[in-house]
């Protein structure tokens, strides 16, 4: 298990699809309730964070304000895990995330798996090919920014 914090720039996210998938620590939610109260919503004491979010113009919005909020309590996002709701990306939600990528130690698109949303355990699914190699480069950016970290 990946000692890394997992957590939603909203509701919906993926988060906790993606923490059993990492399989990750710590799974933190959305985060967004938090952020509206003006109070820190998390502390990864040095463990590697996900933001995740979903591939919608207004869930950029809620990533820019994730990662700005995080970025105020000292937090680094060390990727952010864009995850597909099926749908296109827009060109206004592409732009968005393009103007993170500078903020965060990676961006990861995760492709929609239509079979997730059909089971209560996502570790059953034999995931695609794309999805496969999408969680191994989250892998990689948190293994990296772990090892920073040390």
Known sequence: MLDVVVAGAHGGAGTSTLTALLPAAWDMGSIKPLLELGRSPLRAKDRPVVLAVRNTAVAAKDATAAIGALRDWDERVSALAIVSDG????????????????????????????????????????????????????????????ERGR
């Open 87 to 146: 749908g296109p990306e827009s060109r206004d939600a592409t732009a968005r995330f393009a103007l993170l990528q500078a903020r965060v130690g990676g961006v990861v698109r995760i492709p929609h798996v239509r079979a997730l949303r059909l089971v209560e355990d996502p570790t059953v699914v034999d995931l695609p090919g794309r999805a496969r190699h999408a969680l191994d480069e989250l892998r990689r950016l948190v293994g990296a920014a772990g």
